[in-house]
């Protein structure tokens, strides 16, 4: 998760009047890894897709060279993000991920930035004007990157180096059998920051002794992602009782088995959660099919929920999600959404999401779903 999450940044804008009762308009972009904030600009003037391109390329022109480049731009439908605004990243290599509806949760990061500098900033001064507000804000984004602690960072800012780098490498698992993947392409070129450990999650003693392997380890977030599914169409009282055995237990029991194996991993503030699915939801089922593989991931939302209960009282954040209807094998080439309009979201949701301790069911957009 951390690798993606620091090659992604997100985008958004927001508006503050001024005392003359002028609007200014403040574009701004954020680092979803690092949390560093940069002020792309501000007018009192037009705040349109000229404007907002201009900023792009005036950035484009200032590139600093970064260690990781920059992969994806996470924004949401405001037109001022339109097609010339996102050549200008195109033309940098940088793909522009736009948020599918206009959700106001959907680019959770940069929601969560203009709320804090609103809180600690702008709520308490009378702007005067544009010079005045850039004043405020480029003061602001200096203390916010190089002096303010973040909770999720372990309470160092932005510009400090990142102790969840240095806390472990990242740890990703693949099935045994299931040979060279993706996931080993990323950890050949990651630097030692992803390792791949091999484990089959149906099998309680693989799953015990992954947690001997990492027991000198300790992670920020552990997020289980493995799932199956069985003739889809198949009513519930016509499940041969292997398909539901593996369906269940994969989906349910298996997920839940390596966060309690691997739960005292993580650290006192960080995330724990599982890939659930918007078919786990009892209120929106409201067409059947997928039986089994519903009442898997309804199972799993329970026995979720009893998990984060037995850890109230922490500061530990918990999340169910639904990663939307995905071009996987699981989700087959009639899907709505590719990987890469899902994940950077999903990965967007779940970095906010541990800035707030307790259980949520989450969409790839930071949507509530309801259970
Ligand atoms: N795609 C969608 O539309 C969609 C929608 C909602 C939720 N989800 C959920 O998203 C998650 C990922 O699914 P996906 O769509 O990416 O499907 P996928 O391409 O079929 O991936 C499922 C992954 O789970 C792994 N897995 C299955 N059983 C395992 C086991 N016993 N031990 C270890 N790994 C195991 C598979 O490994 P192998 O490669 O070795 O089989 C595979 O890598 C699942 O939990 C799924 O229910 C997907």
Not at 95 to 107: H, Y
Not at 341 to 368: F, Q
Request: charged fraction near 25%; hydrophobic fraction near 40%; glycine fraction near 8%.
């Amino acid at each position: 998760m951390r690798t993606q999450a620091s090659s992604i940044i997100a985008c958004d804008l927001f508006t503050v009047e001024s005392v003359k009762l002028t609007t200014l308009h403040v574009l701004f972009f954020t680092e979803l890894h690092t949390r560093r904030v940069l002020i792309g600009g501000v007018t009192d003037g037009a705040a349109n897709l000229a404007w907002a391109t201009q900023i792009a390329r005036n950035l484009s022109e200032a590139r600093e060279d970064r260690a990781e480049p920059i992969r994806f731009l996470v924004h949401d439908r405001d037109k001022r993000f339109g097609a010339t605004f996102d050549e200008v990243f195109k033309a940098d290599g940088i793909k522009p991920v736009r948020t599918p509806w206009p959700a106001p949760k959907a680019n959770a990061y940069a929601e969560r930035w203009i709320r804090t500098v609103r809180a600690e900033c702008l709520d308490r001064v009378m702007v005067l004007g544009r010079r005045h507000l850039e004043l405020l804000l480029s003061t602001y984004v200096k203390h916010y990157n190089e002096e303010r602690p973040h909770r999720s960072l372990g309470l160092k800012p932005p510009g400090e180096p990142q102790p969840l780098r240095a806390l472990s490498p990242d740890v990703g698992i693949v099935r045994a059998g299931t040979g060279r993947t993706p996931l080993h392409d990323l950890a050949d070129t990651s630097q030692g920051r992803v390792d791949v450990e091999v484990i089959d999650i149906n099998e309680p003693a693989q799953v015990a002794a992954l947690r001997e392997r990492l027991s000198d380890r300790r992670f920020d977030m552990l997020f289980t992602n493995a799932g199956t599914t069985n003739n889809e169409q198949t009513p519930i009282g016509q499940v041969p009782t292997n398909d539901f055995v593996t369906v269940m237990v994969t989906n349910a029991l298996s997920p839940m088995r390596v966060i309690e194996a691997l739960e005292d991993l993580v650290t006192p503030t960080g995330l724990i959660g599982a890939m659930s699915s918007g078919q786990g939801s009892i209120t929106n089922n409201t067409t059947a099919g997928r039986e089994v593989y519903r009442g898997s991931k309804a199972a799993l939302n329970m026995f979720m929920r009893s998990f984060a209960v037995r850890q109230s009282g922490t500061a530990r954040a918990f999340v169910l999600m639904a990663p939307g209807w995905v071009r996987t094998t699981l989700g087959g080439p009639d899907a709505h959404l590719g990987i890469e309009e899902s994940v950077p979201n999903l990965v967007n949701v779940l970095l906010a999401k541990r800035e707030r301790p307790g259980l949520e069911y989450l969409d790839y957009m930071g949507r509530t779903v309801p259970w």
